[in-house]
């Protein structure tokens, strides 16, 4: 007997297109292929009750990009003053946004309907005589309540509770409560959430090790396996079933529409999706050093900008403090000596004026993180604003070509410096007999050390910045002194 315990971001994929690679025959096909025996179905009720939250959650998300999208259309504009050919960009406008408004029209008409299809499309799973739905009970959430005292993952990461995830994973370990396993059934756990259950990033389908080991005590480690992909379990794990049903004809057209066989060699390759290469590139330049060298920048420009602003009230505070008439012409000479020619006339309050001009500047904080195509304006000492803008960030992956993203640092149109990111998105050939021919490894190089540096120098433009401020208006205070 084959067990399945799907995560639930399984069951939502099947009934959810936003890849478009999915056809509307799959989870059809697949409840017929369980119905007809052989396939048993473990479903946690923490999973069941999040699907329904998530598929409702799915629908209401539809809606709202469609609106986005409306609004991106509305938003466009174009050039004017041509003197002959002048394009109406309204019309244009107007042609792309008539079906999405019509899409939009009938998706708020059937929204509910959507709902109730989709929840139907996925009892014919849940409803299944084949599906065993356990029960979250006391014996269950004390055990989930260990491994959160213990950090055991899925529960090892600050600040994420994960206590759904812990549900499933008690539920794995625990299985031999819920069914009767025999010396040569299998389990299969089929999740794409591989930070919270799988060893890393590259190696998805080995079990984080607090996960293995409690597998092991329980006896049961040999018959578990996790694979990472739906389709994965279709194409290589569910064959002798779906010949035994007589649905080989069934799902090879069907493969046609869901199954990639590109994307099936890249699994077996251990080759990262290439539907998925986006989202990967994406998490893994967040996490990469550099890019923390960069966010850790941001955090000491943000100081700078702190000062900067205490500046700016204590030059006001000065105003109201310093009684200018009576300041002796003798202070003001001898200030003029120490500031080594920083005031620009003998008056004082002029200049302080004119300090307080150079640090007025109405600063926005950094972020504290940094995404993939999301630029970010960074203001200068000079009142200038940069941007670090992400160029060709969009990926179109094929196997075995390669893509450079750029990062630019730009002064208007000016680019001040230039890093990149360079993805290889890897392939591997197999001949009929499965065995690999030829390949190449997926892999992703970031070089942002120009960008670092030039950050850098601003970091340090910002600091001369200060530190000239500092000393202004350390020696303009002691004149009050």
Same mark, same amino acid.
């Given at each position: 007997m084959?067990?399945?315990?799907?995560?639930?971001?399984?069951?939502?994929?099947?009934v959810v297109n936003r890849r478009n690679n999915i056809s509307s025959k799959l989870i059809t096909d697949f409840a017929a292929l369980v119905a007809v025996g052989g396939i048993e179905i473990m479903l946690p009720d923490i999973v069941q009750y999040e699907t329904y939250k998530h598929l409702e959650e799915e629908v209401e998300a539809i809606g709202i990009l469609l609106n986005k999208q409306i609004s991106n259309i509305k938003n466009l504009y174009w050039l004017t003053g041509f003197q002959a050919d002048e394009i109406d960009a309204e019309s244009y406008k107007n042609r792309a946004k008539k079906p999405l408004c019509e899409l939009l029209d009938i998706f708020d008409q059937q929204k509910s309907n959507y709902v109730t299809?989709?929840?139907?499309?996925?009892?014919?799973?849940f409803e299944s005589e084949h599906t065993k739905l356990i029960a979250t009970d006391e014996e269950l959430m004390q055990k989930v309540m260990?491994?959160?005292?213990?950090?055991?993952?899925p529960m090892h990461k600050e600040n994420k509770e994960s206590f759904a995830d812990a549900l499933i994973t008690e539920v794995l370990i625990n299985a031999k409560k819920y069914i009767q396993l025999n010396d040569n059934d299998v389990i299969y756990f089929i999740t794409e959430n591989y930070t919270d259950f799988s060893l890393n990033k590259t190696q998805k389908e080995f079990f984080h090790p607090h996960i293995e080991a409690d597998l092991k005590a329980a006896g049961i480690f040999e018959h578990v396996k996790l694979i990472n992909s739906f389709?994965?379990?279709?194409?290589?794990e569910l064959q002798e079933e779906i010949k035994a049903a007589n649905m080989e004809l069934v799902f090879r057209e069907a493969s #046609?529409?869901? =199954?990639?066989?590109?994307? /099936?060699?890249?699994?077996?390759?251990?080759?990262?999706? #290439?539907?998925? =290469?986006?989202?990967?590139? /994406?998490?893994?330049?967040?996490?990469?050093?550099?890019t923390r060298l960069i966010v850790e920048v941001f955090e000491s420009i943000n100081k700078e900008i702190r000062k900067i602003e205490e500046m700016y009230t204590a030059y006001d505070r000065l105003l109201s403090a310093v009684d200018f008439d009576a300041v002796e012409p003798a202070k003001l000479e001898q200030l003029q000596e120490r500031l080594n020619g920083v005031l620009s006339s003998e008056n004082?309050?002029?200049?302080?004026?004119?300090?307080?001009e150079e640090t007025e500047e109405e600063y926005l904080d950094l972020p504290d993180c940094l995404y993939v195509g999301a630029d970010v304006d960074i203001p200068t000492p000079k009142h200038n604003v940069l941007c670090l803008h992400w160029s060709d960030f969009e990926l179109d992956p094929e196997s075995g070509e390669t893509h450079t993203v750029y990062l630019q640092l730009k002064r208007d149109a000016e680019i001040i410096a230039e890093s990149y990111i360079e993805i290889t998105y890897g392939y591997m050939n197999f001949n009929e007999?499965?065995?690999?021919?030829?390949?190449?490894?997926?892999?992703?190089?970031?070089?942002?050390?120009?960008i670092i540096e030039a950050l850098n120098n601003l970091h340090?433009?910002?600091?001369?910045?200060?530190?000239?401020?500092?000393?202004?208006?350390?020696?303009i205070q002691s004149i009050n002194s």
């Amino acid at each position: 007997m084959k067990y399945l315990l799907f995560d639930t971001n399984i069951y939502i994929n099947m009934v959810v297109n936003r890849r478009n690679n999915i056809s509307s025959k799959l989870i059809t096909d697949f409840a017929a292929l369980v119905a007809v025996g052989g396939i048993e179905i473990m479903l946690p009720d923490i999973v069941q009750y999040e699907t329904y939250k998530h598929l409702e959650e799915e629908v209401e998300a539809i809606g709202i990009l469609l609106n986005k999208q409306i609004s991106n259309i509305k938003n466009l504009y174009w050039l004017t003053g041509f003197q002959a050919d002048e394009i109406d960009a309204e019309s244009y406008k107007n042609r792309a946004k008539k079906p999405l408004c019509e899409l939009l029209d009938i998706f708020d008409q059937q929204k509910s309907n959507y709902v109730t299809e989709v929840r139907r499309s996925i009892n014919s799973i849940f409803e299944s005589e084949h599906t065993k739905l356990i029960a979250t009970d006391e014996e269950l959430m004390q055990k989930v309540m260990k491994r959160r005292i213990f950090k055991k993952a899925p529960m090892h990461k600050e600040n994420k509770e994960s206590f759904a995830d812990a549900l499933i994973t008690e539920v794995l370990i625990n299985a031999k409560k819920y069914i009767q396993l025999n010396d040569n059934d299998v389990i299969y756990f089929i999740t794409e959430n591989y930070t919270d259950f799988s060893l890393n990033k590259t190696q998805k389908e080995f079990f984080h090790p607090h996960i293995e080991a409690d597998l092991k005590a329980a006896g049961i480690f040999e018959h578990v396996k996790l694979i990472n992909s739906f389709s994965k379990l279709v194409a290589l794990e569910l064959q002798e079933e779906i010949k035994a049903a007589n649905m080989e004809l069934v799902f090879r057209e069907a493969s #046609l529409e869901y =199954f990639d066989i590109d994307a /099936e060699s890249r699994e077996m390759a251990g080759l990262p999706s #290439l539907s998925g =290469f986006q989202d990967y590139m /994406e998490e893994y330049v967040a996490e990469h050093d550099e890019t923390r060298l960069i966010v850790e920048v941001f955090e000491s420009i943000n100081k700078e900008i702190r000062k900067i602003e205490e500046m700016y009230t204590a030059y006001d505070r000065l105003l109201s403090a310093v009684d200018f008439d009576a300041v002796e012409p003798a202070k003001l000479e001898q200030l003029q000596e120490r500031l080594n020619g920083v005031l620009s006339s003998e008056n004082l309050k002029n200049n302080i004026l004119f300090l307080m001009e150079e640090t007025e500047e109405e600063y926005l904080d950094l972020p504290d993180c940094l995404y993939v195509g999301a630029d970010v304006d960074i203001p200068t000492p000079k009142h200038n604003v940069l941007c670090l803008h992400w160029s060709d960030f969009e990926l179109d992956p094929e196997s075995g070509e390669t893509h450079t993203v750029y990062l630019q640092l730009k002064r208007d149109a000016e680019i001040i410096a230039e890093s990149y990111i360079e993805i290889t998105y890897g392939y591997m050939n197999f001949n009929e007999d499965g065995n690999a021919t030829d390949g190449c490894e997926s892999d992703i190089k970031v070089n942002l050390n120009s960008i670092i540096e030039a950050l850098n120098n601003l970091h340090e433009e910002y600091q001369d910045f200060t530190s000239r401020h500092e000393r202004v208006l350390g020696t303009i205070q002691s004149i009050n002194s």
